[in-house]
């Protein structure tokens, strides 16, 4: 079964608004990586975590990985139309080397 | 973006027929992988590789073969194509492991009818 847990699945918000996605592992994770995928593209990488408790923005963006490093989430302050997509975090499990993807949230905006 | 191809970018086939995906990328990665996405799924890991002919399963294998001659090609088979294989097929590469970030094309979509 799905070894890393996204929710929500999705979420509709208006723009300016703040958006939280929330990844969650069975097990202990070496790391946690997140990634963009626009309607119709590929995912792109965005931000890799490492270390527990660690916290990295960009711009408008907060990733979070949890003290027992099993869990995960990205925040997106004030969100805009171009922060439209589906956000995935991909996690390796501990002592495998496996890069397992969350179901992913897909975000849409009303402008 | 890293530089990968996908080709074919969009398929039909039948039900029974074979079926291979390639995927060439241009900066000599030594990790390259085959994932598929599936609505409520996220994306399965199929088969990935490590070097040439180094390959090794992923999640989701069975039904799917792949074969790395060159550092540069990756080719994902389908032996007997059915309608579960109905999918989004994305390539990615990798400077490292699994560990690492990993630089995806453009997707292959493909339809067994």
């Known amino acids: 079964g799905q070894q890393v847990m996204q929710i929500p699945q999705y979420q509709h918000v208006q723009e300016g608004e703040d958006f939280t996605t929330y990844c969650n592992s069975s097990t202990t994770l070496s790391n946690i990586q997140w990634y963009k995928q626009r309607p119709g593209g590929h995912p792109v990488f965005l931000i890799q975590l490492v270390k527990s408790g660690e916290v990295k923005k960009q711009k408008r963006l907060t990733f979070q990985f949890g003290e027992a490093k099993k869990n995960s989430s990205l925040h997106i302050t004030a969100t805009q139309t171009t922060d439209v997509g589906t956000y995935f975090c991909?996690?390796?499990?501990?002592?495998?080397?496996?890069?397992?993807f969350g179901q992913g949230t897909r975000l849409t905006i009303n402008p | 973006d890293a530089g990968i191809t996908q080709s074919p970018r969009h398929k039909v086939t039948e039900t029974g027929t074979p079926v291979t995906l390639r995927c060439h990328q241009t900066e000599n990665h030594r990790y390259m992988y085959w994932y598929r996405q599936d609505p409520g799924h996220g994306l399965r890991l199929i088969h990935y590789?490590?070097?040439?002919?180094?390959?090794d399963k992923g999640e989701v294998s069975d039904g799917y073969s792949v074969s790395r001659s060159k550092t540069e090609d990756f080719l994902l088979t389908l032996e007997s194509a059915t309608s579960s294989q109905t999918s989004v097929y994305f390539c990615a590469i990798g400077t490292g492991g699994l560990g690492t970030e990993a630089f995806f094309g453009q997707g292959t979509r493909l339809t067994v009818v």
């Open positions: 590789s490590y070097g040439v002919k180094d390959t």
């Open positions: 991909a996690g390796t499990l501990q002592g495998a080397q496996k890069l397992v």
